[in-house]
């Protein structure tokens, strides 16, 4: 019965039926899988960007690496800073690379400079001068590293304060290893904060806790706690593979990244975190569900319509199917196909139609996969503009002259340092083919020109150092290393040089000289004096001897006196030279200027009583503490006072104070008798006076350790004539306790 009312229904029912069928079921499946595929390639492109954003901080992180390596090379192989750091002179280290870590700080976030001596032991730290002596052989395995291979290292690692990415290398001196120096770059939140701006993503470094198997935030891009489970961020730790996850349970809005954090030996030590907030893709998501639906809902309409246009029309002339088909195959075709009533040909139209909306969406497809690669060449261009300005600046401030010479001796490119070093523009340089030779001194021209020919003509690398004239005449030392450019067949293209200015190097290899130089008459002199020493001290004896056997009306008693008077003096005078050439070793302490001068001059109360000297005392009670070998300080403070108490009348006044004016100072005011301008000019030089009295023979050696601590004493008269007596001292810092301070 059921088969006989089937058969009943018209032909238009019969295609009607199963056709709607179809098209509903296809278009409905088509809907579902063009969601499924929509949601697997967003979930591609998400995962591919997480990737290239991991990509992207370990680059960033190689380039710091290289950069540091780099920059760390360029100072230890200079021989001023090898001579510096052999000699372990921190002044003269700070006073050399001060200027340039602080450019390099501030323009190219640098947070260290680092000089380490054997065995792994911090020696200076530019970013912090002061601290030093730090063994750190157990936490810091690129200086052990170094050490033992004599080979530079660069990568992440893991200080006490944190991760940086730090450059290592080996230091030598006169082909001796003699520690090693390193540049370091921070890895905190500034440098996350830049990424996370450039790629709009959030950052976190994450550290294992150790014995507990958790994982603490050491710093992050953004104020959020860490996101992903410590299970997860252990597995990514142990096994050193990354893992993504697209909307996790605990985060529905996010999509995460997980990669393992290498140091430079390729060992983990931490997880990278890497947050993008899919929000906006998930609006855009639905959004494209909705639009798609309402698509599919149109495409199900319109399908509904050409089935009952074919049912109800005749089909189009197979020619004209043809020629449809032809136009599709080349291209030139985009709209769909009238159906034609027969079923053979409706069926061709139908498909043809399905191929042609399938040709139609991989275009599309394929035009936005051209956006899209046209979007990541212009970004990629433009990291590689911003990397050009970065070195381009680099060359530009480092402390060096830079320059590129064409084979035909033309300058092509100088830096603006020459400007500061030889006197002379840019400009003028490139203009002046002969510059190179004609700035040389004219006995070291020829060796100039004939070593920069055979760079230019031959591709042999030089190192020269040499004399030369800056602008204004003054004479400098050069040290200039010229590298040849070179193509497949060794023809020159090009010859890059360096030039250095090493006259402060020179000035310290004669300061070095004449130190040697005064040592050796420093024991001279020493062991003349002793050879001295004893036959005078005999002779002396001798003349006393005989002095106090001799009757007082012997005619030849003056004259024994005036020997003895003269042999007492040459002792004196003997004293006070082995005093003087004798070395002084210092023990330096945090030392409080004011107690120190109260206990010398407490020592002298009662002299200056007798003598009816009055003592006016002011005492700066916020005097800093001063760096100070206490022993020796209180010596020659009672020596300056001693030599005062010697000078003054009777009944006269003694004005001692101290004061703060950026440095510690000390200052004697009193009356003198027998002193003269003269005798001011000479007051702390030995042998100035025929009356030396124990005050005046410890004078010389006085300023001398006064010197030594850093400080300057200086002799004027004030207003009233008086004789002021002043002593200069740099101060360390922190305040002396007020309390403890007696006037």
Same mark, same amino acid.
């Given at each position: 019965?059921?088969?006989?009312?089937?058969?009943?229904?018209?032909?238009?029912?019969?295609?009607?039926?199963?056709?709607?069928?179809?098209?509903?079921?296809?278009?409905?499946?088509?809907?579902?899988?063009?969601?499924?595929?929509?949601?697997? !390639?967003?979930?591609?492109?998400?995962?591919?960007?997480?990737?290239?954003?991991?990509?992207?901080?370990?680059?960033?992180?190689?380039?710091?690496?290289?950069?540091?390596?780099?920059?760390?090379?360029?100072?230890?192989?200079?021989?001023?800073?090898?001579?510096?750091?052999?000699?372990?002179?921190?002044?003269?280290?700070?006073?050399?690379?001060?200027?340039?870590?602080e450019v390099l700080k501030d323009r190219f976030d640098v947070k260290q400079f680092h000089f380490h001596t054997k065995p792994a032991t911090s020696f200076l730290r530019l970013h912090r001068i002061y601290q030093s002596g730090e063994a750190m052989a157990s936490f810091r395995q690129t200086i052990t590293k170094v050490e033992e291979t004599g080979q530079g290292i660069a990568?992440?690692?893991?200080?006490?304060?944190?991760?940086?990415?730090?450059?290592?290398?080996?230091?030598?001196?006169?082909?001796?290893?003699? %520690?090693?120096?390193?540049?370091?770059?921070?890895?905190?939140?500034?440098?996350?904060?830049?990424?996370?701006?450039?790629?709009?993503?959030?950052?976190?470094?994450?550290?294992?806790?150790?014995?507990?198997?958790?994982?603490?935030?050491?710093?992050?891009?953004?104020?959020?706690?860490?996101?992903?489970?410590?299970?997860?961020?252990?597995?990514?730790?142990?096994?050193?593979?990354?893992?993504?996850?697209?909307?996790?349970?605990?985060?529905?809005?996010?999509?995460?990244?997980? %990669?393992?954090?290498?140091?430079?030996?390729?060992?983990?030590?931490?997880?990278?975190?890497?947050?993008?907030?899919?929000?906006?893709?998930?609006?855009?998501?639905?959004?494209?569900?909705?639009?798609?639906?309402?698509?599919?809902?149109?495409?199900?309409?319109?399908?509904?319509?050409?089935?009952?246009?074919?049912?109800?029309?005749?089909?189009?002339?197979?020619?004209?199917?043809?020629?449809?088909?032809?136009?599709?195959?080349?291209?030139?075709?985009?709209?769909?196909?009238?159906?034609?009533?027969?079923?053979?040909?409706?069926?061709?139209?139908?498909?043809?139609?399905?191929?042609?909306?399938?040709?139609?969406?991989?275009?599309?497809?394929?035009?936005?996969?051209?956006?899209?690669?046209?979007?990541?060449?212009?970004?990629?261009?433009?990291?590689?503009?911003?990397?050009?300005?970065?070195?381009?600046?680099?060359?530009?401030?480092?402390?060096?002259?830079?320059?590129?010479?064409?084979?035909?001796?033309?300058?092509?490119?100088?830096?603006?340092?020459?400007?500061?070093?030889?006197?002379?523009?840019?400009?003028?340089?490139?203009?002046?083919?002969?510059?190179?030779?004609?700035?040389?001194?004219?006995?070291?021209?020829?060796?100039?020109?004939?070593?920069?020919?055979?760079?230019?003509?031959?591709?042999?690398?030089?190192?020269?150092?040499?004399?030369?004239?800056?602008?204004?005449?003054?004479?400098?030392?050069?040290?200039?290393?010229?590298?040849?450019?070179?193509?497949?067949?060794?023809?020159?293209?090009?010859?890059?040089?360096?030039?250095?200015?090493?006259?402060?190097?020179?000035?310290?290899?004669?300061?070095?000289?004449?130190?040697?130089?005064?040592?050796?008459?420093?024991?001279?002199?020493?062991?003349?004096?002793?050879?001295?020493?004893?036959?005078?001290?005999?002779?002396? %004896?001798?003349?006393?001897?005989?002095?106090?056997?001799?009757?007082?009306?012997?005619?030849?008693?003056?004259?024994?006196?005036?020997?003895?008077k003269e042999m007492g003096r040459l002792e004196h005078i003997l004293k006070m030279i082995l005093s003087y050439i004798r070395p002084i070793t210092l023990e330096f302490s945090d030392v409080d200027l004011n107690k120190v001068l109260q206990e010398v001059i407490s020592g002298f109360e009662d002299k200056l009583g007798s003598q009816g000297i009055t003592l006016d005392v002011?005492?700066?009670?916020?005097?800093?503490?001063?760096?100070?070998?206490?022993?020796?300080?209180?010596?020659?403070?009672?020596?300056?006072?001693?030599?005062?108490?010697?000078?003054m009348p009777e009944q006269s006044c003694l004005r001692v104070s101290t004061t703060y004016n950026g440095a510690a100072v000390v200052q004697l005011c009193y009356p003198a008798l027998h002193v003269a301008d003269d005798d001011m000019e000479h007051f702390f030089y030995p042998f100035v006076s025929d009356k030396l009295g124990e005050a005046d023979l410890q004078l010389p050696?006085?300023?001398?350790?006064?010197?030594?601590?850093?400080?300057? !004493?200086?002799?004027?008269?004030?207003?009233?004539?008086?004789?002021?007596?002043?002593?200069?001292?740099?101060?360390?810092?922190?305040?002396?306790?007020?309390?403890?301070?007696?006037?």
């Amino acid at each position: 019965m059921h088969l006989r009312r089937i058969h009943d229904i018209s032909l238009k029912w019969k295609l009607l039926i199963p056709f709607l069928f179809l098209s509903f079921v296809g278009t409905t499946t088509l809907l579902l899988l063009s969601l499924t595929a929509q949601s697997k !390639i967003i979930k591609h492109q998400e995962k591919k960007k997480l990737s290239d954003y991991y990509q992207a901080f370990s680059d960033q992180v190689e380039d710091r690496a290289n950069s540091a390596l780099s920059l760390a090379y360029q100072v230890a192989k200079s021989p001023i800073v090898q001579e510096a750091f052999a000699r372990k002179d921190t002044r003269a280290l700070v006073d050399l690379l001060l200027p340039s870590y602080e450019v390099l700080k501030d323009r190219f976030d640098v947070k260290q400079f680092h000089f380490h001596t054997k065995p792994a032991t911090s020696f200076l730290r530019l970013h912090r001068i002061y601290q030093s002596g730090e063994a750190m052989a157990s936490f810091r395995q690129t200086i052990t590293k170094v050490e033992e291979t004599g080979q530079g290292i660069a990568g992440l690692e893991r200080g006490t304060t944190g991760f940086g990415v730090r450059g290592v290398v080996p230091v030598f001196y006169q082909d001796e290893f003699i %520690g090693t120096f390193e540049i370091g770059y921070s890895v905190e939140r500034p440098f996350l904060d830049s990424l996370k701006r450039r790629y709009d993503m959030d950052l976190a470094l994450l550290i294992p806790i150790h014995g507990t198997g958790g994982f603490y935030t050491l710093t992050s891009s953004s104020d959020s706690l860490q996101i992903s489970s410590d299970e997860i961020c252990g597995r990514v730790f142990r096994t050193q593979n990354s893992e993504i996850l697209i909307s996790p349970p605990d985060a529905p809005d996010l999509a995460l990244f997980l %990669g393992p954090l290498k140091d430079f030996y390729g060992k983990s030590i931490g997880v990278l975190e890497i947050s993008v907030d899919r929000s906006a893709t998930l609006a855009e998501l639905a959004e494209n569900r909705i639009e798609m639906l309402a698509v599919m809902m149109a495409a199900l309409l319109f399908s509904a319509i050409v089935i009952v246009w074919v049912v109800t029309v005749f089909l189009r002339p197979v020619r004209d199917i043809v020629t449809a088909a032809r136009e599709i195959a080349a291209g030139e075709r985009v709209r769909g196909i009238p159906v034609p009533v027969r079923d053979e040909i409706g069926t061709l139209a139908s498909s043809l139609n399905d191929m042609l909306e399938s040709l139609n969406m991989a275009r599309e497809e394929i035009q936005e996969y051209c956006i899209t690669l046209e979007e990541r060449v212009e970004a990629r261009t433009q990291e590689l503009v911003e990397e050009k300005e970065k070195y381009e600046t680099l060359v530009e401030n480092a402390p060096l002259v830079v320059y590129r010479i064409e084979p035909d001796g033309t300058t092509v490119y100088v830096n603006r340092v020459v400007e500061e070093i030889l006197g002379y523009t840019p400009t003028e340089v490139i203009a002046d083919r002969q510059f190179w030779t004609g700035i040389a001194h004219p006995e070291d021209q020829q060796k100039v020109a004939e070593q920069l020919r055979a760079c230019l003509t031959e591709g042999r690398e030089f190192l020269l150092e040499y004399r030369g004239n800056r602008r204004d005449g003054r004479e400098v030392f050069l040290l200039n290393h010229a590298m040849p450019l070179t193509d497949r067949e060794g023809r020159v293209q090009a010859v890059d040089g360096i030039v250095v200015d090493v006259s402060e190097r020179k000035r310290l290899q004669e300061q070095i000289i004449q130190t040697e130089e005064l040592k050796t008459l420093s024991n001279v002199s020493a062991r003349l004096a002793h050879e001295i020493r004893n036959p005078l001290t005999a002779a002396g %004896g001798f003349a006393r001897r005989l002095l106090k056997e001799m009757d007082q009306q012997d005619a030849h008693r003056s004259k024994v006196e005036i020997i003895v008077k003269e042999m007492g003096r040459l002792e004196h005078i003997l004293k006070m030279i082995l005093s003087y050439i004798r070395p002084i070793t210092l023990e330096f302490s945090d030392v409080d200027l004011n107690k120190v001068l109260q206990e010398v001059i407490s020592g002298f109360e009662d002299k200056l009583g007798s003598q009816g000297i009055t003592l006016d005392v002011q005492l700066d009670e916020k005097l800093p503490f001063i760096r100070a070998d206490r022993g020796h300080l209180r010596d020659a403070l009672e020596t300056v006072l001693k030599n005062a108490c010697s000078h003054m009348p009777e009944q006269s006044c003694l004005r001692v104070s101290t004061t703060y004016n950026g440095a510690a100072v000390v200052q004697l005011c009193y009356p003198a008798l027998h002193v003269a301008d003269d005798d001011m000019e000479h007051f702390f030089y030995p042998f100035v006076s025929d009356k030396l009295g124990e005050a005046d023979l410890q004078l010389p050696l006085t300023k001398v350790v006064i010197h030594k601590h850093g400080g300057v !004493i200086n002799i004027t008269r004030d207003e009233q004539n008086q004789v002021a007596i002043s002593i200069t001292f740099p101060p360390i810092g922190h305040r002396a306790n007020a309390s403890s301070l007696v006037t």
